[in-house]
Nanobody, 124 residues
Framework: QVLVVESGGGLVQAGGSLRLSCAASGRTFSHYGMGWFRQAPGKEREFVATINWTGGSIYYADSVKGRFSISRDNAKNTVYLQMDSLKPEDTAVYYC?????????????????WGQGTQVTVSS
């Protein structure tokens, strides 16, 4: 059984920063792509960022490009999402997902395992 656990959410003022962490266990972490998604109240879950197994292929949603940065530490079985210049519209539950294969992907269907989510609230 693969377990995915997010941490690092919280309340921050607009313009501030947060770093989310996601630890995955139960399989060889370094063999799989990872992704971050988010869901705001009343909205569908949306793609935020993704990273492939080596960290050499990274993609971002246009809404976070230039402000968020995804990275991974395969020795620690952990993927990170550094969020800077946060805006109120970034408020959402952020989900980490472990991919079905090695590549990076913005399609939630390419992810097999999901965490419970961590709340990020950005006040204006």
């Amino acid at each position: 059984q693969v377990l995915v656990v997010e941490s690092g959410g919280g309340l921050v003022q607009a313009g501030g920063s947060l770093r989310l962490s996601c630890a995955a266990s139960g399989r060889t972490f370094s063999h799989y792509g990872m992704g971050w998604f988010r869901q705001a109240p009343g909205k569908e879950r949306e793609f935020v960022a993704t990273i492939n197994w080596t960290g050499g292929s990274i993609y971002y949603a246009d809404s976070v490009k230039g402000r968020f940065s995804i990275s991974r530490d395969n020795a620690k079985n952990t993927v990170y999402l550094q969020m800077d210049s946060l805006k109120p519209e970034d408020t959402a539950v952020y989900y980490c997902a472990a991919g079905r294969a090695y590549f990076s992907s913005s399609d939630y269907n390419d992810y097999a395992y999901w965490g419970q989510g961590t709340q990020v609230t950005v006040s204006s």
